[in-house]
Structures are given as structure tokens and as C-alpha cells.
């Protein structure tokens, strides 16, 4: 079983910037799709960013391509979102997920790990 720790959030003005990151344990990190969700109040939880195991894949949603980031450490077993350009229509809870030995793994299904959540505000 794989033990995520998402850490970061928090409130911040739109246009301004957060990083997330979510911190692993309990399996080989680098055996780890690893991807962020959001939900929020509502909504339905929606993909953010998916990362593989080696990061030479990588997809975002339509609406953060270009502004979110997503990048991994595999020495530190923790994986990354950077946003930047926030906007109050980003406000959720933010999740790690891990799909261990995916190909590509994109949607809820695929992730068969959750972290606890981690809030992001963004005041307009």
C-alpha cells in the first residue's frame, strides 16, 4: 500500500503562485505513475496532471495546460505541482494519486492510491 502526504496549499491571490507536493512512501517510488486531481465544492473530482514513472510522459487538463507544472524526484520520492497564474476557478482540493505500473493513467480509475487532500484558495 502506498502512503501519500500532500503539503503546499493554502490561500493566495489570483495570478499569484503555489507548489504542491506530495510526498510517498510504502512501494518504489519510481515503480509510481503518479498523477493530481482537484474537487471542487460540487463538482466532481477532474484531473489535473499525470506524470510517468520516469517523466518522460506527461499530460495536463485542458484548463491548466500552460500555467501547472508537474515534475517528480525520484530520490526524494515526492512528486511536484507548481502553479502559476492562479485563478479563482482553481480553488479545490488538490490530490496526489499513484497508479503503480501504469503506462498512462489519466483518469480516477487508473490511481489505485490517494492522498488526504491538500486546499487550495484563490480570492479574485
Known amino acids: 500500500q502506498v502512503q501519500l502526504v500532500e503539503s503546499g496549499g493554502g490561500l493566495m491571490q489570483a495570478g499569484g503562485s503555489l507548489r504542491l507536493s506530495c510526498a510517498t512512501s510504502g512501494r518504489t517510488f519510481s515503480t509510481l505513475a503518479m498523477g493530481w486531481f482537484r474537487q471542487a465544492p460540487g463538482k466532481e473530482r477532474e484531473f489535473v496532471a499525470s506524470?510517468?514513472?520516469?517523466?518522460?510522459?506527461?499530460y495536463y487538463a485542458t484548463s491548466v495546460k500552460g500555467r501547472f507544472t508537474i515534475s517528480r524526484d525520484n530520490a526524494k520520492n515526492t512528486v511536484y505541482l507548481q502553479m502559476n497564474s492562479l485563478k479563482a476557478e482553481d480553488t479545490a482540493v488538490y490530490y496526489c494519486?499513484?497508479?503503480?505500473?501504469?503506462?498512462?493513467?489519466?483518469?480516477?480509475?487508473?490511481?489505485?492510491?490517494w492522498g488526504q487532500g491538500t486546499q487550495v484558495t484563490v480570492s479574485s
Open positions: 506524470i510517468s514513472q520516469r517523466g518522460g510522459r506527461i
Open positions: 494519486a499513484a497508479a503503480p505500473d501504469a503506462v498512462m493513467a489519466t483518469t480516477p480509475t487508473d490511481f489505485s492510491s
